[in-house]
């Protein structure tokens, strides 16, 4: 990752992304902006940030499209930015693949610390190791799952939960326990987790590995043994 970290921000509010741009830069991060849907997917393309400050109201098309868009070639860190606080629009994000979020109005000092946060989950190894189960590999140096070979495409989110489990394969977990690896500094519920989990064992089923996650009703998660 680079020493100043590039941030894009996507809102369509000048005054916003005004002091959004400044607390950042003052952290000593790099800045781009762009004011509306389309232009964030060009940006983001040609800019290649390190993590997408992303406001869900945009002209053009939603923050949301943006993310399906962005989603579609790229696993860029994402922070959804939205006045809707309803968490059924928080759990929507979360499904498209958002890695946190923040509900106006909010503390500039509160986005640049979660913008932290999330990039610091990216850059977190605890061995370089690849980690193995089955036709499962898990790289924690490029962040990159692979089934049988093939790259399985997941969320930072999602990643951290299976790195967990398969670093702790006789151990399980709780919901809040996980959320505090994958989300820590998040204020999610902790029902969020049942949505990346869910997505992330879908995508492990289609990719030939199923239900190797276990439920332990009435107490979590855990990996299933071989």
């Known amino acids: 990752m680079n020493a100043n970290p590039l941030v894009l921000i996507v809102e369509d509010e000048p005054d916003i992304a005004d002091l959004l741009e400044a607390y950042l830069r003052r ?13 964030a997917v060009r940006l983001h393309h040609a800019a290649r940030p390190d993590l ?25 860190p994402i922070i959804l930015v939205t006045a809707r606080a309803e968490d059924l629009d928080k759990l929507l994000g979360l499904k498209l693949g958002a890695d946190d979020y923040v509900v106006k109005p909010f503390s500039p000092l509160e986005v640049v610390a979660r913008v932290k946060a999330v990039l610091r989950r990216v850059g977190m190894q605890t061995s370089t190791q690849p980690l193995r189960y089955g036709e499962l590999e898990l790289d924690p140096v490029a962040v990159r799952i692979r089934v049988s070979g093939v790259r399985l495409d997941t969320t930072l989110t999602e990643y951290r939960i299976l790195e967990h489990l398969l670093r702790h394969p006789n151990r399980t977990f709780s919901r809040a326990e996980l959320l505090e690896v994958a989300l820590p500094d998040s204020d999610a519920l902790e029902r969020v987790m049942d949505t990346h989990l869910g997505n992330l064992r879908k995508k492990l089923d289609q990719a030939g590995m199923p239900k190797i996650i276990e439920t332990v009703r009435g107490v979590g998660f855990r990996l299933r043994l071989e």
């Open 52 to 76: 997408v400050l992303l406001d869900v109201n945009l002209p053009g098309f939603d923050g949301f499209e943006v993310l399906r868009k962005i989603r579609e070639g790229a696993q860029t």
């Open 27 to 39: 952290e000593h991060f790099q800045t781009e902006r762009a004011a509306d849907g389309p232009g």
